[in-house]
């Protein structure tokens, strides 16, 4: 018996045969043609079950890539099945209309249940009339048929998420006084009239038509778990299977919950409606680990398992894990900056650990060559980017020594996984370290590195991945000619003390924490000061918490909502004037108002130095020298590990 083979036994899915329990339930990936079939070909080769592709529209009202709504779309279709079709996992397409979610100056005009705006467009969106109801019903119908003559399995009807579907279904998007609102029967229709005209237009027994409901939307006077059960029971006699997800504009970061979000972050809710469901059931929701899956599945909580970010991180993860080799997938850290934070902003689908994610056309998982000329290959610095660069280098059979300068490996990573809420960073330089470690690398700690070491040593190429140190001289952006009044009194520290480097800060309240960059630093900085149980203001130079973070309602929203039921306040655009022993004095830049906040400790988040000494005493040598990672200014994990993969494939 096999440690997970409930997950690989087989599922009927209406006509078809689902391989396995792992599944891939849709999200975005601004993808297109053949960079859209590569990514899918690449989860199918290892070892998914059934993948659905990201919610399309069926109808030029919301239109999207894939013109769904014209014959156009039947050759990308056949492409894709044909492609995808050796490997046995089962296709699937999402269809929807979008609502009232589209921006302004998308569509002509956003059509909706009723005249309510979503949060996100900020449009007041047209009431349908009856006659675009029934084009939109057939419009679905018709686009389920594409699907089907491209030779996909099955369509997945999306009626959740605060599209148009749900904004019929919902109480508090409704409030139309005909046939197609008021009460639960007559919500429900557009919904009814769809699946019956799919099922009429496709006509084919061995075609799945699932459905996607809410399971919590978080809408306030919308969709709670009781009232989709509800809608699960009515709809479960009439679709092949039924996808539960969670969320809607309202509350962004429900629909991808990041890593402040627990694990299983949907299982409460899907619990209040799956004993209701007698078809396959299909859960998603920070599902990291094939553990977890199997629990959900043993428990019958579900039939199958939606693993979307795990399987962005890591495509082998299914055949892995059926090998006996799960210590070797690649983990997903799930901190939304890399995929969806990417997504939101318009630029294409990625991932924080994996450099190849949406580029599998272009990039290998693994580097997929052996250097004919193994070198001598030093990487100073055991950070995410030295750990990747080392990784790599290995893998292609260089010779690598790695020297850290601290006592353990894992630099800034294995600093932010120690604060609240952030133990997934960990997971991937804990893997990498790992990995190194298997690969035979030639690992130094407590090794400071210089350039007479650097001679002893003798390697063919030195990667230097030295990293940042906070700097101590009270620098700000906002005043960059003269350090901070007070900066250095005792009560004022940096974050990295706060998370155990140095000498142990002595911790009094209130606290105040400024944040000089608009990352995630200044929110673990203030997760330990209220841990300690003291009152914390962040004063940020930047308008909103955390605000340069890709897409912040879906990387920081989680947080952002526990700061703010805590012992904390927020004050935003605003530099700090001068610290005292017991206070702090803020300003608006180029303004003459001045504030005061009480402060009996400070935490100073700004800028880092990066360490590059080391390049600098190299500069003059003959010997070839690379940098990667935050020593170059970034201050990014996604860039480490990607700007350390491609440097290690090239070497």
């Known amino acids: 018996m096999g440690q997970y083979d409930n997950l690989f036994e087989p599922i009927e899915v209406g006509g078809v045969t689902i391989p396995n329990r792992i599944v891939r339930a849709p999200h975005g990936t601004l993808l297109r043609g053949d960079d859209l079939i590569a990514y899918h070909e690449a989860r199918a080769k290892g070892g998914v079950g059934m993948s659905t592709l990201e919610a399309t529209n069926v109808h030029p009202s919301a239109p999207g890539a894939l013109p769904l709504w014209s014959d156009d779309c039947i050759p990308f279709y056949e492409k894709l099945s044909k492609t995808i079709a050796p490997h046995g996992m089962k296709l699937f397409q999402q269809i929807y209309h979008s609502g009232a979610s589209f921006p302004p100056g998308i569509v002509p005009e956003n059509w909706s249940a009723s005249p309510v705006p979503n949060p996100m467009s900020g449009v007041i969106p047209f009431e349908m009339t009856k006659t675009q109801i029934d084009e939109i019903v057939a419009a679905f119908a018709s686009a389920a048929r ?13 009626a959740s998420s605060g599209y148009l579907i749900h904004e019929f279904l919902s109480p508090a998007l409704n409030k139309r006084t005909d046939d197609y609102g008021g009460s639960f029967e007559n919500r429900m229709r557009f919904l009814l009239e769809i699946i019956a005209a799919v099922r009429a237009e496709v006509n084919d027994p061995d075609f799945v038509v699932g459905v996607r409901i809410p399971n919590e939307d978080y809408v306030p006077g919308g ?15 009439l679709v092949d299977y039924v996808s539960l997800h969670m969320g809607a504009y309202w509350r962004f970061h429900k629909l991808i919950a990041p890593s402040d979000d627990p694990l299983g972050v949907e299982m409460i809710p899907n619990n209040k409606i799956s004993p209701f469901i007698t078809k396959p059931r299909i859960v998603t929701g920070r599902i990291m680990t094939m553990d977890h ?8 909580e579900a039939d199958m398992v939606s693993m979307v970010r795990a399987l962005i991180a890591d495509p082998d993860l ?4 059926r090998s006996g080799n799960e210590h070797k997938i690649r983990p997903c850290v799930g901190s939304n900056m890399g995929c969806v934070g990417r997504i939101m902003t318009g630029a294409p689908l990625s991932c924080v650990v ?63 996984a120690s604060a609240p809420h952030r133990a997934d960073l960990g997971t991937i330089t804990q893997y990498l370290a790992e990995e190194i470690e298997d690969l035979g690398v030639d690992i130094h700690l407590n090794s400071m590195v210089d350039a007479d070491i650097v001679g002893e040593i003798s390697p063919d190429e030195i990667i230097i991945a030295t990293g940042v140190t906070p700097r101590s001289d009270g620098f700000q952006i906002s005043q960059p000619a003269q350090p901070i009044p007070g900066h250095d009194l005792p009560h004022v520290y940096n974050a990295w003390e706060l998370m155990g480097v140095g000498s142990q800060p002595k911790i009094a309240g209130p606290a105040v924490v400024f944040d000089d960059t608009g990352t995630f630093e200044a929110i673990s900085a203030v997760d330990v000061l209220l841990k300690a149980g003291v009152h914390v203001t962040m004063v940020s130079r930047t308008e909103q918490m955390a605000a340069n973070c890709p897409y912040p309602p879906v990387t920081v929203g989680a947080a952002r909502e526990r700061l703010f039921s805590s012992d904390f306040d927020f004050i935003g655009g605003h ?22 906040v009480p402060a009996k400790t400070v935490v100073l988040v700004s800028f880092n130095e990066p360490n590059r000494d080391l390049p600098a005493a190299l500069a003059n040598t003959n010997r070839t020298v690379h940098m990667v990672g935050d020593v170059r200014g970034r201050n990014s994990m996604m860039s480490a590990i990607h700007e350390a993969a491609e440097l290690a494939r090239a070497i």
């Open 354 to 416: 994996n450099i190849a994610a949406a580029r599998e056309k272009d990039i290998p998982f693994e580097p997929a060559d052996k250097v004919s000329n193994a070198k001598k290959v030093l990487v100073v610095g055991g950070g995410p980017a030295g750990l990747e660069a080392a990784r790599t280098a290995a893998i292609r059979g260089h010779k690598v020594e790695l020297h850290e300068a601290g006592k353990r490996l894992g630099g800034q990573v294995a600093l932010a």
């Open 146 to 158: 594409r699907v089907r003559d491209g030779g996909l399995h099955g369509v997945d009807i999306h």
């Open 293 to 300: 899956a199997s629990s959900i599945v043993a428990n019958g």
């Open 318 to 321: 299914v055949n892995k894990a």
């Open 223 to 237: 969709l709670t778990a009781e009232l989709n059960a509800e809608i699960a029971k009515v709809v479960d006699p």
């Open 575 to 596: 530099y700090l004037r001068g610290i005292t022993e017991d206070e702090v004095e803020i300003g608006v830049l180029f303004t003459d108002r001045v504030r005061k």
